[in-house]
């Protein structure tokens, strides 16, 4: 447990950035399942690609507040970006 008052202040600030992180990543899992869900169903490529960029976005936030490492966000874009091109053709 803390004992000065600035590390107590340090708990309180790691809680709050913690649930931040997690809600943070929950919404990326969310988005790469709705590409690949639009992928398997099949929808009009336009709406696919909308949410391409949806994710594509989520993951650069995540990757510039740190949350995410560069390259683990740079995977799933490249990885998520296969499937879109490939379900295209």
Same mark, same amino acid.
């Given at each position: 447990?803390?004992?000065?008052?600035?590390?107590?202040?340090?708990?309180?600030?790691?809680?709050?950035?913690?649930?931040?992180?997690?809600?943070?990543?929950?919404?990326?899992?969310?988005?790469?399942?709705?590409?690949?869900?639009?992928?398997?169903? !099949?929808?009009?490529? *336009?709406?696919?690609?909308?949410?391409?960029?949806?994710?594509? $976005? =989520?993951?650069?936030? &995540?990757?510039? +507040? !740190?949350?995410?490492? *560069?390259?683990?966000?740079?995977?799933?874009?490249?990885?998520? $970006? =296969?499937?879109?091109? &490939?379900?295209? +053709?």
């Amino acid at each position: 447990m803390a004992n000065t008052k600035s590390a107590k202040k340090q708990s309180r600030q790691n809680i709050k950035r913690r649930d931040v992180n997690l809600a943070r990543k929950t919404a990326i899992k969310s988005a790469a399942k709705k590409v690949l869900l639009a992928i398997e169903q !099949g929808e009009d490529i *336009k709406v696919t690609q909308e949410l391409m960029r949806d994710i594509e $976005a =989520k993951l650069a936030r &995540a990757k510039g +507040k !740190g949350t995410l490492h *560069k390259k683990a966000a740079s995977r799933k874009i490249g990885r998520l $970006a =296969k499937r879109v091109a &490939a379900a295209s +053709k």
